[in-house]
């Protein structure tokens, strides 16, 4: 799906709108409404990231499209800004400094891949989101994560460390998968 200026536009409102809702007590508020765009009633997949300044604030989101991409994109946020682990509830001080953006994920397609080597000669730098699956564990990084690590080894290197694995880690079902994203803020 791509999106055009105005369907962003929609986007980005109305993550804004799920985070004002919530705040300041952070109660996920119920979305009513129905999207300008008939498009964004497809199902699709988002991450929502917020930053303050350049710091990561907060980024949740889902990787398979299993509900229209607005209310994906209003769950997220809102997970965003009050449930992401790593960070305390956004308060209301802080979200008059925050921003977003909003990364739509296409489909992920799976890469057959025998072992590291053979993904770091196929992965685009800056291009590729990747996944990383072994039984019920998994780990992503968008393409935005090159940013910070353009080196495509350490890029799966740390992918393998979110996930809780060693570094060397890649046994034999080890299962990947490829996707880009549209991003905007």
Known sequence: MSLDLAQRSELLALARASIQAALPGGE???YRGEPASPELNRPGASFVTLRIGEELRGCCGSIEATRPLHADVWNNAWASAF???RFPALTPAE???TGIEISVLSEPVRCAVRDQLELLEVLRPGIDGVILQVGARRSTFLPAVWEQLPDASQ???HLKL???WPVDFWPADMQVWLY???SFS
Do not use: E, S
């Open 95 to 97: 979200w008059i400094d």
């Open 180 to 182: 880009t994203t549209q």
């Open 28 to 30: 996920l508020a119920a």
């Open 162 to 164: 979110k996930a809780g």
């Open 155 to 157: 890029f799966i290197r």
């Open 83 to 85: 449930a992401d682990p």
